[in-house]
């Protein structure tokens, strides 16, 4: 038997395995398909919005519900406190969407 021969068996048996493991997944599904129907009319009863991506940060909890400024709990050149603030990016043009109030602030005489 050539190397060659040998590598291609074991890629085949990780091919297959890997389609096994597709089968598996569905067998799964149709196994728990009640408790996933119940969860989803649960969802539906509570009127549930969003899922919690993560649980460490209130400001990754819900990013759809986070306080603008929560991530800059102790100052804003603090060094971020939980891991899950580097996976999760700021919403889409958050940076630009308040006017710069520091600009409109007239100083006390």
Avoid: C, W
């Avoid at 649960?42 to 991506?53: A, H, K, N, S, Y």
């Avoid at 700021?90 to 602030?105: F, M, T, V």
């Amino acid at each position: 038997m050539r190397p060659a021969d040998r590598v291609l068996t074991i890629l085949m048996l990780a091919a297959g395995a890997f389609g096994l493991s597709f089968a598996d997944a569905a067998r799964l599904r149709q196994a728990n398909a009640p408790a996933s129907t119940a969860t989803a009319e649960l969802v539906e009863r509570l009127r549930l919005t969003d899922p919690v991506l993560f649980t460490e940060a209130r400001y990754t909890r819900h990013p759809t519900q986070a306080d603008l400024q929560s991530a800059f709990q102790d100052h804003p050149v603090a060094l971020e406190h939980f891991p899950t603030g580097s996976l999760l990016p700021p919403p889409a043009g958050i940076l630009n969407a308040y006017e710069h109030l520091d600009r409109k602030a007239a100083s006390p005489d």
